[in-house]
């Protein structure tokens, strides 16, 4: 076979040859020509794409995945034009190497002199055609990395029409090759995309989604200077030599998981970090792991003092935790920063701090944007009817502001996130956030009296506020403290703190047993007592206080020891260890839900908030759950709260999120009448008609040719359109306002959504496309690098996806704070692509590109892509103009004449009549 030959065999007019007029060419480029000449005569006689498709395909796409589809047959097409071309440019230079000239070679070939011509200066420029190089480089590719990402944006990183990409898949398909589209949790949302992968020939789907964590992707991206997945150099150890251990007996306890690090040492650096939280490797073998923050007046020969909450022992590294044998991950966690330098010479990096960072100052602030059901449902009726009337006046307003926006794209993609998001809100049952509220890094200050804080960033002297930690077991573990920004070991030790409070080490024993290695609690302003706490609990309030006191769960309940081996090779140990935190964790915060609720008495709250302790460390401690269960009398409180020993959710407020499995469904095609009820506004789902075999775990065979539908697990109120329906037996009448308040909700939603369904999009205005032709071209490229970027994106999801699994495994609390996960997985996110040099694509908007955009100038399709990278406060600015707010220069000078005499930001604030928020961006922008 000459080379010729054997490059066109590459090519894939195959797919069921024989059974189509082109399937009888002697070779693959008659077949292809044939081909080409069948679809043209078809087209010649009035037949449409999808016709010609239909009539090439002989049956129905859903009965026959092999039957052509519109896109397919435009393929096929592009490769069959593809190969006459390569045959045509072939059989010129072969006549041209004869000595045949240039019109004797049109006469013979049947071309014009001028395809002639071109035929044989593409021959000259071009070892391979486009097509065929990218069908070569996917092909090299699937044969070293087994599957590859051929998503969105491929095409752009290969400087390939996405046409041409499809083509060249379609090549591959016809050599056996397969193609899928893997599902892929979006990391810190609910939902999930599909990544298209083109996988080797003998790799099956389930295969293939085993592999989703290692999809090679073809954009140029490698990891620099050995760094890993998670981001860690070499760690530096430090010398136990130079660390004092604070045991139990000395105090250690109090400021459990604290470190007090020597300011000025080099190796010690945190960069301009006052504290952050951290792990540091001792002797090479074991880390600390807390958050550290300097200190002066060390004792001689310390640099380092660790508190711990264990019992003195004369080796220093029994406090400490091990170091994982993993040189890519030791810690068992994500090291966000470490500090290095780089050898002139060599190029080499070097770390010259023992300090890894984990978080630092700025990574705990963050606004909490709801109120969460499980605090709110345990506060009085009156309160929560309160609470839950102000969401939907709050929601209310902000449909009403996004009907306000002018452009009717911008207006409807707004109003269609909108209408999500309340949907979502009902579901989860959140109530707007406290005016105020702000989340924070607790920090021990042993010289603060018990009832107070100091937090000088967001709160003023004198505030009342609350705290609040998850899992939130009720209002027992709430401490009603007053804000005290003026003491002076606070300030010389903490500072203006931007995202850190300082609490009386007792205070963290109230809250569900925080420690200080990077706890976090709600800050929520409580001027008039309206949060109900620890002090509204009465006689109570000593009960609690003391079921709780030395209650130890790591001591009681730990123990583990390997006393053998199972059959199937496992380690087998005293007791059963827990395999599923997050499982265990919803049933007990279930029940605690259900049992405050049903108004349970203190006592059996008691033992259903000790076992909660048990069983967010069982996995992490090993610790026997199991025994607790028992010991807590669990069985009996889910037959008492929960209606059997056995039962789940009770109750409207835990049954909401509960998952339950339905026949694996999707939204209704616009053709069969889209995916909105035209009269509710609500979604409309149909179902799938997916089904599966169910093979047999042990031999891994099926036992029957039996199918099964394909089932998906759903929060039971997305499914349920009255939320009244999953009321218990005898419902509350905090169960009522719920059930209520979420119809209520959904209503909105539903409204919502019917409205932006409504809205009509205008056509493109070809005229204002030539006035705004430079505005509409620089958008385009605009998206064009944006797009390009998608394959980088997918993959760092991906790692970010692999990053937080290993992130629940290290704080099983994250659990039970929904909030607070989807922080932690937007930080890991952010983290991972930092590493990876990812920027968000960003689209800047120019006054002249919305208006070519306001005139019609762009299509809705391309305003959509925009809208996808634009930075949503310019697009609000631009579509609703606002004034803003501003602080005046005499203002702005008293201002930073308080800072610069060290005045909490709070404080400044109040004094001056100007919101929190108003202050800190200016501070942000500079102006003081």
């Not at 029957?704 to 009255?722: I, Y």
Request: positive net charge; contains cysteine.
């Amino acid at each position: 076979m000459s080379s010729d030959d054997s490059e066109l065999t590459h090519y894939g007019i195959l797919r069921k040859s024989g059974r189509y007029p082109w399937g009888s060419g002697n070779n693959e480029a008659q077949r292809s020509a044939m081909f080409t000449d069948y679809v043209k005569n078809l087209k010649d006689q009035g037949l449409t794409d999808p016709e010609i498709a239909r009539g090439i395909g002989l049956a129905s796409p859903s009965k026959d995945p092999d039957a052509f589809s519109v896109a397919m047959l435009r393929d096929t097409t592009s490769v069959a034009k593809e190969v006459r071309i390569l045959q045509q440019s072939r059989d010129c230079v072969k006549l041209r190497d004869k000595g045949t000239s240039v019109r004797e070679i049109a006469k013979r070939l049947d071309l014009s002199p001028g395809t002639v011509t071109a035929r044989l200066k593409r021959s000259e420029d071009m070892k391979e055609t486009a097509l065929t190089s990218t069908a070569n480089l996917l092909r090299d590719k699937v044969k070293t990395h087994k599957v590859v990402d051929i998503g969105a944006g491929t095409e752009v990183s290969l400087g390939i029409s996405p046409e041409k990409l499809r083509a060249a898949v379609s090549i591959l398909r016809d050599e056996g090759y397969k193609v899928y589209n893997l599902p892929t949790k979006i990391l810190g949302t609910r939902h999930d995309t599909s990544r298209r992968i083109l996988a080797d020939k003998n790799l099956s789907f389930s295969d293939a989604a085993k592999l989703k964590d290692s999809v090679h992707i073809l954009t140029e991206w490698t990891e620099n200077d050995g760094v890993s997945y998670l981001n860690i150099r070499e760690p530096l150890s430090l010398s136990s030599k130079r660390v004092q251990i604070k045991y139990a007996e000395d105090g250690g306890t109090k400021e459990d998981g604290f470190i007090y690090v020597r300011p000025g040492v080099k190796d010690l650096s945190m960069g301009a970090n006052q504290y952050a939280q951290v792990r540091i490797v001792v002797d090479g073998t074991h880390y600390m792991k807390g958050v550290a923050i300097q200190k002066e007046g060390l004792p001689s020969g310390v640099d380092v003092v660790f508190n711990t909450n264990k019992p003195r022992s004369s080796d220093k590294l029994s406090a400490l935790k091990e170091l994982k044998d993993d040189p890519d991950n030791p810690f068992g966690s994500t090291i966000k920063k470490q500090f290095y330098e780089k050898d002139p010479k060599t190029g080499d990096e070097k770390v010259t701090s023992v300090m890894n960072i984990v978080n630092q100052p700025g990574d705990w602030d963050s606004w909490r944007n709801s109120f969460p059901s499980q605090v709110l449902s345990k506060q009085p009726h009156n309160f929560i009817r309160d609470r839950l009337n102000a969401t939907r006046e709050e929601t209310t307003r902000s449909i009403l502001e996004a009907s306000q926006i002018t452009n009717p794209v911008v207006k409807q993609i707004i109003m269609r996130k909108l209408a999500d998001k309340i949907d979502s809100d009902a579901v989860e049952l959140r109530a707007a956030a406290m005016p105020g509220q702000k989340t924070k890094v607790i920090l021990p200050i042993p010289g603060l009296n018990k009832n107070e804080i100091y937090a000088p960033q967001d709160f003023a002297t004198g505030d009342r506020v609350v705290l609040i930690r998850f899992p939130h077991g009720g209002r027992f573990e709430i401490p009603e403290v007053t804000v005290n920004n003026n003491h002076r070991g606070a300030k010389k030790l903490i500072g203006n703190a931007v995202d850190a409070i300082g609490i009386h080490p007792s205070v963290a024993e109230r809250l569900s047993g925080a420690d200080f290695d990077g706890d976090t609690v709600l800050v929520v302003p409580n001027p008039r007592g309206s949060i109900k706490g620890f002090n509204s609990l009465g006689s109570s309030a000593k009960f609690y206080e003391d079921s709780f006191k030395n209650f130890e769960p790591k001591r009681k309940y730990g123990g583990y020891e390997v006393i053998g081996k199972k059959p199937n090779g496992e380690d087998k140990g005293n007791f059963p260890l827990m395999k599923a935190t997050g499982l265990e964790m919803g049933k007990i915060t279930n029940l605690i839900t259900d049992m405050q609720v049903k108004g349970a008495k203190p006592e059996h709250i008691v033992r259903a908030v000790k076992h909660s302790m048990v069983v967010i460390d069982a996995e992490k401690h090993q610790l026997d759950y199991k025994q607790s269960e028992i010991d807590n009398g669990i069985k009996q409180l889910k037959t008492l709260y929960q209606g059997g020993p056995k039962a789940g959710a009770g109750t409207l407020l835990s049954r909401a999120t509960a998952g339950i499995d339905i026949p694996e469904q999707k939204l209704r095609k616009a053709s069969l009448g889209g995916p909105i009820d035209p009269k509710t506004g609500a979604y409309v789902y149909v179902p799938t008609g997916k089904t599966h075999k169910k093979m047999n775990p042990v031999t891994k065979k099926y036992d029957s040719d039996e199918l099964h539908p394909n089932m998906q697990n759903e929060k039971r109120l997305a499914v349920t359109p009255d939320a009244r329906t999953l009321l218990s037996k005898s419902p509350s009448p905090v169960e009522v306002l719920y059930a209520n308040h979420a119809n209520s909700m959904k209503a909105l939603a539903n409204k919502t959504r019917l409205a932006a369904d409504k809205i009509k999009t205008p056509p493109t205005n070809q005229k204002a496309k030539v006035v705004y032709k430079q505005e509409v071209d620089d958008l385009v490229a605009q998206i064009k690098t944006a797009t390009g970027q998608k394959p980088l994106d997918r993959q760092a999801n991906a790692i970010a996806n692999a990053t937080f699994r290993a992130k629940l495994k290290e704080d099983p609390t994250l659990y039970a704070d929904k909030e607070r996960k989807r922080k932690v997985q937007a930080q890991t996110k952010a983290a991972v692509r930092t590493r990876m040099g990812l920027k968000q694509p960003v689209i800047h908007l120019t006054d002249r590109q919305w208006d070519a955009i306001q005139s019609g100038a762009v299509s809705t399709n391309r305003l959509k892509k925009i809208l996808e990278y634009a930075e949503p406060n310019r697009v609000k600015e631009l579509a609703m103009p606002r004034a803003n707010t501003v602080m005046t220069s005499s203002v702005s000078s008293r201002a930073k004449a308080m800072l610069n005499a060290n005045v909490p930001p709070a404080d400044i604030a109040r004094a001056l009549g100007i919101s929190p928020s108003t202050l800190a961006a200016a501070m942000k922008r500079g102006d003081l």
